[in-house]
């Protein structure tokens, strides 16, 4: 059967299935090991935000809707990251109730040889092919991804209900 309705776009379509399908396989399993802590493509992904917002300052649960999972798996994996000494919970100052999560010196060690490592292996490739495009057409493909996202998590919620 000729699958009409995607047009021009199959290709891209079926690459992105086939990507998220890999993806999908190996999200939680602790597979990396960095001195002696193995770490799942979820933990690290965690690692990454919580980091990059100590400069945004964005809340838990904001982290968490960026990442695109719920705030119970967000709070899942932060334990787990808290376990293996690469996260911190520290109540904030005047309200014991409030927490925030830091990166500890070992995470910030463990995400500096993960991501030198991924970048290698993974993103170096798809960096040179998104080289060929201007900024404008990136940004478009980036805009694409998202509309995708967005409908495939408002399929999620009405799941739910």
Known sequence: MKLDWM??????V???????NIYAGVYRIEKMT??????????????????ENE???????SIARRLGITRSNFTK?????????LVEKKSLPGCRRDLCVEVTPFG?????DYSKGVFLRHFSSMFEELEKLTPEARAYVR??????MHSANKDRSDDSK
């Open 7 to 12: 047009g021009e776009y199959r290709g891209v």
């Open 14 to 20: 079926e690459a992105l299935i086939h990507y998220c």
């Open 34 to 51: 960095y001195r002696d802590v193995r770490y799942s493509y979820a933990q690290i992904q965690v690692l990454e935000y919580l980091l």
């Open 55 to 61: 400069e945004r300052g964005d809340n838990m649960c």
């Open 77 to 85: 994996i932060t334990q787990r990251l808290v376990q293996k000494g």
């Open 108 to 112: 910030r060690e463990l995400y500096e």
């Open 143 to 148: 805009d694409a991804l998202m509309a995708a």
